[in-house]
């Protein structure tokens, strides 16, 4: 157990939809990434907040959107949902930005229809 | 891109017997981790070598970095079914912040 948990579990939308999946942080990790793993793939790093503010960005389109709050926890947004959206989203929080090991949550399952 | 490639991608051994995965990465680096996923689930940190460092033990996990040859290997060694799951090398490349990962080596352990 990592401490880092993501709700919900499993998720099933239509495409053009809009999705929101959230990620509380371990106690005291001031850092939250999120990743987005395809099926057979690695996790491919979506973005990162760093008290409250985005640090940095992979290449996603500005559909995806984050949010960070004062308590660390945190949200991906996903927009206009695509069929290849569909994926395991993953959250993993940290100290110290780049600097200590991150740790995972579950994950959430997303499947577009 | 992905930055970390796995070698093999696929590895097959009986119970008891040790197995070697091969991380290569392309940038200069801070550190690597090694990460082990049980079946499209969460990541489960198995290990942080910095890149000052050449080799770090935990338990039956063995690390190396060269970092001359921009690579690393994992050696888990007297394996067992539970160590079934696939692995993968994460790199923060030097000045960024974000976490590159490979595609992942799959291992199986017979019983």
């Known amino acids: 157990e990592t401490g880092v948990t993501q709700s919900p579990t499993h998720l099933i939308k239509t495409r053009g939809q809009q999705v929101t999946l959230r990620c509380s942080s371990q106690?005291?990790?001031?850092?939250v990434s999120w990743y987005q793993q395809a099926l057979g793939q690695g996790p491919q790093f979506i973005f990162q907040?760093?008290?409250?503010?985005?640090?940095g960005r992979g290449n996603f389109p500005p559909r995806f959107s984050g949010l960070q709050f004062p308590n660390y926890s945190s949200e991906l947004n996903v927009n206009a949902l695509e069929l290849d959206d569909s994926a395991l989203y993953l959250c993993?929080?940290?100290?110290?930005?780049?600097?200590?090991?991150?740790?995972f949550g579950p994950g959430t399952r997303l499947t577009v229809l | 891109s992905q930055q970390g490639e796995e070698d093999p991608q696929a590895l097959s051994i009986q119970e008891g017997e040790n197995a070697t995965m091969n991380c290569s990465y392309k940038t200069s680096i801070n550190n690597l981790q090694w990460y082990r996923q049980n079946s499209g689930r969460g990541l489960v940190h198995l290990i942080l070598i910095r890149s000052n460092e050449r080799e770090k033990h935990s338990g039956r996990l063995r690390v190396t970095l060269d970092t001359s040859k921009k690579s690393s290997s994992l050696l888990i060694t007297a394996s067992r079914a539970a160590d079934t799951a696939s692995y993968f090398c994460a790199t923060d490349t030097a000045g960024t912040y974000k976490y590159i990962f490979g595609t992942g080596t799959r291992l199986k352990v017979l019983a």
């Open positions: 106690s005291g990790h001031n850092t």
């Open positions: 993993a929080s940290s100290l110290v930005v780049s600097k200590n090991e991150q740790f």
């Open positions: 907040y760093y008290r409250e503010e985005e640090n």
